[in-house]
Structures are given as structure tokens and as C-alpha cells.
């Protein structure tokens, strides 16, 4: 208690007055009290109970390739928790299915693998929707390059990757690493198979038709319930200095070489980035949200510095896109401390997906604490489930990624209460809208604070 009401206090009580003698200060402090594990385990509960809405994911079968527009290349030293090592990936496939083993050795293994064929037979179509029910999810992206087998689920929104529409020519210059070597050719079939679904067999023999195909693939699968365009581009290209080339000048560059040729490096950058400007500035108006990775990536050749969220600023500040939702998917990470401040703009977003399996919970509760104390009601739980190998898979890396929120974000909100920043009530709502109302309110679903 703040040492002049401690005095006042003594002083009433002296008194016999007791008029007014609140049980804490409204002072916020710096350290937790005694009380702070007693308020977790008060939290955990009732958050383990709140559905999730979940704004980043790849959800699809093991075997699925349709699950990103890109390849998981050779990481060399995978951070420590992502290993498969790390027990947590059995304590998953304990909790999901009844796993009997503590490790995922080959023999082990098995057991899981063969669980698996056996209830992708008996759930049929059911599958993905018993996945979601078991983990406590109620709606989830869908970040893939076609829907497939999820396209009639209500449970997942579809979101899909546009970085294709950035590399329509002669790609052999930008192969500059092994992994873009990988990425190139899932890109131009990606671009092959978008303008098939746009009406067009092969680029079009003006810019204005080029334009044309890349409206109608956005505007068909806003047609049918996509919620998102999503960047993945820092794994082909930087995010740093996005300029604002003209059209005409595009224009010619794409009269140049829709037909054959190598461009230069500073023509095929301009090019990118009128393109890149372009998808925004047709995705806003057609309400369709802006997903950009923005944070660290996979692979030896991935570059951090051109993946950092805050070379969007010119981007997210230009007021014509004043009106178009971006999320920046993985928040920043690791660039965190800077990147909340992107989301003091109205339609400016951070997703906490990626890191959650890249630290463990007492450190994603440091991230998470941070944030909530500055701009709580922008912050969206993100999984980025995606089946890394048969056994470390979706649902599995739903499954981590889940508890980890959840328990994080427990933490995170009783240090807030018990450093006498925050109510529990508060808590709850910041909670509530971290897993779900966040997001919910995005996507048009019944938001939870309508029910409290
Ligand atoms: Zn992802």
C-alpha cells in the first residue's frame, strides 16, 4: 500500500472514523506480490474455457502440400523447443489421442502414425472439425493456396497468398539461395494455376488484362468466404524501402518481358513493387484483410533484416490504405518491442503465431505482457499450425501452440493484477478478446463480451 494511505489509514482507524480504507492501492507497481501464483491458477481455468478464433494457420493433412506456396527448406540448428526432441510433442499426442510414450522414436512413433490412419478413416469428413473441437478452437484460417477438402467446413476462413502475382517472369536471376531455388518454381505454379482459376491459360498479353486476372482471382475467392490476401514475401524478396512506381512504368516492364526475357534486377524490383502496392490497394475496398509475414523465418538463407515489421511503416501509414485491416502475421518477432507501436494505427493488427513455438511459455508471457499492457485490444492469437512431419502435424502443433497461449496469457494478466495495473474482470475481457472477440469482431462472429 502507497505510504500516505498507509498513514491515512492509521490515522482514520486512530480516528475511529474507518471511513474509506481501500485493500490495495490504485497505484500500479513494478513487481508482482505474494498473491501472483494464486491469481494464475484463479485465471488459467476459466481461459482454458474461452474458444479460440484462431487468425494464422495451415491446417491440412501430413501429407498435404497445398498447405503453404512454399517449401520448409533445411534449417541446420532448429531453435531448441522446435526440435523434435523437445517432450512437449509427446505430451501433445498424449493429450489429442492417448499417446502411451513420453518420446517420438521410430518404434514410438508408429503407434502415432498408425492412430492417425485410423481416424482419418473413421472421421471421414468429420476430421477436421473433431481436430478443432479437441483442441478448443471454434473457427480457424486456412492459409493455403486452395481450400480442397476444407472448403464446405464452417469452421475455417480461407486465406490465400498472392506473392505469386509478384514473379511472373523470368525467375532464374532471383534464385539467388538454395531455398529460393525451392521457392520459384511452387511460386510459378501457384501464378499458373491463379490465372486458370481467373479465366486465362497463360499472362496475358497487356498489363491492363494482367490486372484484370489478378482482380477477379481476389474477387472469386472473396466470392467464396476468403477473409485475407497473405504475404509471405521476405522469403523471395525484402521488405526494405517498398517504393511507389507508377503504373506506367510497370506497365512497360511487364511489356518487356511477359513474353521472354531475364529483367534487371531494379526492373523486376519495381515491377514487385507496384504489384505488391497493388494487391493492397484491390484488397481493401473489396473487405478483404492484408497478412503480411512480418517477423523471422525458416531456412538457412531466410534474412531477419528483411522480414522486419517495421519496414512496413510506409506501407501501414499511407493514407490511402487507411481503411484496409493488416495483420502482421508473427507479430515482429523478434523485433517485438518496436512492433506494438505499429498497432497504435486503427487497422493495424499483430498475430502472436510462430514465436509461441519458438520460446517457451515463461518468455511468450514476457512478449505477451508487454503488448497487453500497451494496446491490448489489437493483439490476436495466431497458431501457425502446419505439418511440419507425419507426426509433428497440425493438430499437434495446434495443440502447443493453444497451451501455450493459454497459459502464457494467464501469466502474463496475474503479474498485470497482482502489480495493481489491472482488475481480474479486466483481465478476463483482455483475455477473452486475445482468443477470440479480437479476431471474432474481424471475421463478423458473435463476440463473447456480447454474452458477458
Ligand atoms: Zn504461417
Known sequence: MNPRWKLLCALTSLLGLLAYCPSSSSQARPLPGKDVNTIYDRLLPQIEKIPIVDMHAHPGYWDDSDVD???????????????????????AAKALYGYPYSDLSPEH???????????????????WSKILDKEGIQVSVANRVAMDYLEDNPRFRFVFFVDPFMFPFDNQK???????????????????????????????????????????????????????????????RSLVNITDPPREQAEGIYNKYHAGGVPTADEY???????????????????????????????????????????????????????????????????????IWLAALPNVYLDTSEFNLLV??????????????????????????????????????????????????????????SEGEITEARALEIARGYLHDNTARLFGIELLSAKH
Open 69 to 91: 506456396a512454399m517449401a520448409v527448406t533445411t534449417t541446420e540448428l532448429d531453435p531448441a523447443r522446435s526440435r523434435p526432441t523437445n517432450a512437449e510433442w509427446a505430451a
Open 269 to 339: 524490383r519495381i515491377f514487385q513493387d507496384y504489384i505488391f502496392r497493388s494487391l493492397i490497394a484491390q484488397a481493401g475496398p473489396l473487405h478483404l484483410e492484408v497478412h503480411i509475414h512480418s517477423a523471422v523465418g525458416s531456412g538457412n538463407y531466410y534474412h531477419l533484416s528483411e522480414g522486419n515489421a517495421m519496414d512496413l511503416e510506409n506501407i501501414l501509414r499511407d493514407p490511402r490504405y487507411k481503411d484496409t485491416i493488416f495483420v502482421m502475421i508473427h507479430g515482429g518477432f523478434p523485433y517485438t518491442e518496436q512492433s
Open 360 to 417: 517457451y511459455p515463461a518468455q511468450y508471457s514476457r512478449i505477451l505482457k508487454e503488448w497487453f499492457e500497451i494496446f491490448p485490444e489489437k493483439i490476436v492469437f495466431g497458431s501457425d499450425c502446419f505439418p511440419y512431419s507425419r507426426e509433428i502435424a497440425v493438430p499437434e502443433t495446434y495443440w502447443l501452440a493453444v497451451q501455450t497461449a493459454r497459459t502464457a496469457a494467464a501469466a502474463a494478466l496475474a503479474e498485470m493484477i
Open 174 to 236: 532471383l534464385a539467388i539461395s538454395p531455398d529460393r531455388a525451392v521457392y520459384f518454381p511452387i511460386q510459378e505454379k501457384a501464378l499458373h494455376r491463379y490465372l486458370q482459376q481467373a479465366g486465362v491459360s497463360q499472362l496475358p498479353a497487356d498489363f491492363a488484362g494482367y490486372e484484370a486476372a489478378m482482380h477477379r482471382k481476389l474477387e472469386l475467392d472473396k466470392q467464396h468466404g476468403a477473409v485475407a490476401i497473405k504475404f509471405e514475401a521476405p522469403y523471395f
Open 109 to 127: 512413433a508408429r503407434w502415432l502414425d498408425e492412430k492417425d490412419d485410423e481416424l482419418r478413416k473413421q472421421w471421414g469428413k468429420e476430421y
